[in-house]
């Protein structure tokens, strides 16, 4: 029976699912994932044409405006789907690759409301696929290269203006500077916070950079980077891998998708790529950024990008990485310092030890420019050859 297969503490969450115009008989419903945002769920079927599929209640304290969200999503992933419909497939090509699509309600919205302020969704699952929070190989890496060029390339032709911007400031650094300014004024000599080595080293880190962190920013209004279509947040656990031939053949988490620079989404993949000990690690001072994973998830991308890759953006990679380490950084050591209100905590100096590793990593790039430049000009050259 149903009952048997659905506990008690989501068993409520049944007459949401059945709101969604699913095939065949819920036959189970579980909480899914580790993501510290939306409620997430996935629901089972028993028809072998739609076997499962993810039923989500949008966290509305983040995105207040929750129709502009599912607006967003449903043009992306429709205009993805058309495209991918249209591509001639290569003689012998066996490489799979899907997005996942909105899931419309029986009356054919694509969201469902409560009537009380949940706002609830429904998503497609990408079947036989699984994702990693760190890659160990260049191989993987390479896999989610192609994976961003791939969501890139697939979406170069949409104008930016399709899309909302849910999200207004999201990954502009100056504006986290300033956040981060504001709340430093108003913490009197820090507090009751112990002027510790580690928040001295994190005052002086973000002071040394504070002209230099709207790099980005300066070459967008100086018209070298354009504006396009971003993921928002292409972090490596958001890019899925088949189960059996270990090619990425997905990425998820769509709800930050905005106009905004591909810079910022290059930098967040690599950042999050090319830390082998990954941002909770507790040993923050032996982070480093890998060039290996570098090149490779590089490589990957501009088999997909290269096509509409610029000579601007090539200059501003290292950049890219560098500025967006330090945002995340930037962000940790504000919410810290505020007393820990944005981001979710297990004691209380996680933010502080999280700002230092985004920073050592930082450093590291800072130390590698000469290798990073030599690995993207090679890469570069490569383009041109072709």
């Known amino acids: 029976m149903i009952e048997d297969l659905i506990p008690s503490v989501v068993e409520p969450f049944l007459p949401i699912a059945e709101q969604f115009a699913h095939q065949g008989a819920i036959t189970g419903l579980k909480r899914f994932g580790n993501g510290n945002i939306n409620d997430t769920f996935l629901v089972t079927l028993d028809d072998p044409s739609q076997t499962c599929f993810v039923l989500q209640r949008i966290n509305t304290r ?51 409301s409560s009537g009380n302020g949940d706002y609830w969704r429904a998503i497609s699952y990408i079947e036989g696929s699984e994702s990693f929070d760190t890659l160990q190989t260049p191989t993987q890496a390479e896999e989610v290269g192609y994976a961003l060029g791939r969501f890139h390339h697939l979406l170069c032709d949409l104008a930016p203006d399709r899309l909302v911007d849910t999200l207004p400031g999201f990954h502009i650094t100056p504006q986290y500077l300033s956040q981060y300014q ?81 810079h910022y989404d290059l930098g967040d993949c690599l950042r999050s790529g090319c830390n082998l000990l990954g941002e909770e690690t507790d040993n923050w001072q032996a982070v480093t950024f890998e060039p290996e994973l570098c090149q490779a998830i590089l490589k990957g991308y501009l088999t997909q990008a290269s096509q509409f890759f610029t000579e601007h953006d090539y200059f501003y990679l290292i950049d890219a990485a560098r500025v967006i380490a330090f945002e995340l950084g ?48 090679d890469l570069q050259k490569v383009k041109k050859d072709d």
């Open 62 to 112: 983040v995105f207040h405006n929750p129709r502009h969200v599912m607006s967003n999503m449903v043009t992306l992933t429709e205009h993805i789907h058309q495209k991918l419909t249209q591509e001639p497939v290569a003689p012998g090509s066996v490489r799979r690759w899907e997005m996942p699509r909105v899931v419309m309600t029986k009356a054919h919205q694509d969201h469902w």
């Open 182 to 262: 504001r709340v430093l004024s108003q913490v009197e000599s820090l507090g009751s916070k112990p002027h510790s080595l580690e928040i001295q080293h994190c005052l002086d880190f973000i002071g040394d950079r504070q002209t230099w962190c709207a790099v980005l920013e300066n070459a967008k209004q100086k018209r070298k980077l354009p504006l396009r279509l971003t993921h928002g947040d292409p972090k490596v656990n958001n890019i899925m891998f088949d189960r059996t031939s270990g090619k990425a053949v997905s990425i998820v988490d769509l709800d930050t998708a905005k106009p905004g620079l591909i």
């Open 330 to 377: 930037l962000r940790f050591f504000t919410d810290y310092l505020a007393g820990n209100v944005y981001f979710k905590t297990k004691y209380p100096e996680h933010n502080l030890a999280r700002a230092l590793v985004q920073f050592q990593l930082t450093a590291s790039i800072e130390a590698q420019t000469q290798t990073l430049a030599a690995l993207i000009g």
